[in-house]
């Protein structure tokens, strides 16, 4: 009836409003000790060679870690998986179903953002009160999240029953939600306090990237007549390994 562009509009424009509310509302939390903020960790725009110095310690700093580069394959192995469900569930359900586009677009889009929206909630109050206990807390809960919904995202891309396909990705959706409220503050608890956004843009970087060419991948295959139902299971593998992965991260301190 309106086209796609008419979605892209009508939500992009929210997203413009809200970027403004964001500008004049949002501040950052008050520090204990503002001192601590130090001209070397960030750098001087002044001075080049400054500049140089925080770079470099920066990168070495970040990669000189074991824990970063597990958070790095960690997040590689998740980027691939949730950009081609995003990319291409749709034509999935749509193909696999025999269901209109219309029907299609919401199958593969309301079940799994749903679930992912408790899951933002519980796994937050599960990893915060799980931290009390041990430094590990924050770990376990996206952990054991993605150990179960690995499995039943295998389920979905095996089934031919329309009722266990969907079952399968709220179970994952649910695993994504546990992963979403607790990234940052694992992050927190392995990176230097100083390198935190740099860290995380890095880390974004490769799973943006990887993610990419993975839609990419995923269409070539199809067009070699290899079924998205093989795509979707080696996507399972990698978010059952990511869920391994995460476990052998060592946390060193408290977010």
């Not at 000790?33 to 970040?62: C, F, H, T, W, Y």
């Amino acid at each position: 009836m309106w086209g796609w562009r008419y979605g892209f509009h009508l939500f992009g424009g929210f997203g413009i409003v809200y970027s403004v509310f964001l500008f004049f509302l949002l501040r950052d939390a008050p520090r204990d000790n503002p001192a601590e903020i130090r001209l070397q960790d960030i750098g001087s725009i002044a001075n080049d060679n400054s500049n140089k110095v925080a770079v470099r310690e920066m990168l070495r700093n970040l990669f000189s870690s074991r824990s970063y580069w597990i958070i790095i394959i960690y997040s590689i192995l998740l980027g691939v998986s949730f950009w081609v469900i995003n990319a291409w569930l749709p034509t999935y359900f749509k193909e696999r179903f025999n269901l209109t586009l219309g029907a299609a677009g919401v199958s593969a889009t309301v079940f799994i953002q749903v679930a992912s929206l408790a899951g933002v909630i519980i796994g937050g109050i599960l990893a915060d009160r799980w931290s009390r206990k041990t430094v590990r807390g924050r770990l376990y809960v996206p952990a054991i999240g993605f150990l179960i919904g690995g499995p039943f995202l295998f389920l979905m891309a095996s089934t031919s029953i329309f009722a266990t396909a969907i079952a399968g990705i709220t179970v994952f959706g649910l695993a994504k939600g546990f992963h979403d409220s607790n990234f940052m503050p694992i992050i927190a608890q392995v990176v230097d306090k100083n390198y935190r956004a740099t860290g995380y843009g890095i880390m974004s970087f490769f799973s943006v990237i990887t993610g990419a060419i993975m839609i990419y991948v995923g269409g070539a295959l199809k067009d070699a007549d290899v079924s998205l139902s093989v795509t979707f299971q080696i996507c399972a593998t990698g978010v059952l390994l990511s869920g391994l992965i995460l476990l052998a991260l060592r946390p060193n301190k408290e977010s």
